[in-house]
Nanobody, 121 residues
Framework: QVQLVESGGGLVQPGGSLRLSCEAS????????MGWYRQAPGEQRELVAR???????NYADSVKGRCTISSDTAKNTVYLQMNSLKPEDTAVYYC???????????????WGQGTQVTVSS
């Protein structure tokens, strides 16, 4: 089994910054890619940023230039640095990890519990 623990959400004023963290633990053999998604009230969950095991990144157009995804492979942790935050960034942010897990080296997809980000003055 794999657990994802997210942290770093909160209330921030427009123009401010937040850093989200997500640590994966459990029967992980290797991580294929990690990412962050968000869901605002009444909206569908959408991709914010994704990082492959090879280091390639993919960002939503709405956050390009303002957000940076990174990871610490030794800690199985993925980060999302968010700068110049806007009220429209308000949402629950979810960590997603695609990994090969024991037993059997099966490839599975996991979601974190979500962390609230609120951008408001």
């Amino acid at each position: 089994q794999v657990q994802l623990v997210e942290s770093g959400g909160g209330l921030v004023q427009p123009g401010g910054s937040l850093r989200l963290s997500c640590e994966a633990s459990g029967s992980i053999k290797s991580i294929n890619d990690m990412g962050w998604y968000r869901q605002a009230p009444g909206e569908q969950r959408e991709l914010v940023a994704r990082l492959s095991s090879g280091g390639s990144t993919n960002y939503a157009d709405s956050v390009k230039g303002r957000c940076t995804i990174s990871s610490d492979t030794a800690k199985n942790t993925v980060y999302l640095q968010m700068n110049s935050l806007k009220p429209e960034d308000t949402a629950v942010y979810y960590c997603n990890v695609n990994a090969r897990v024991a037993p059997g080296n099966i490839r599975k997809n996991y979601w974190g519990q979500g962390t609230q980000v609120t951008v408001s003055s």
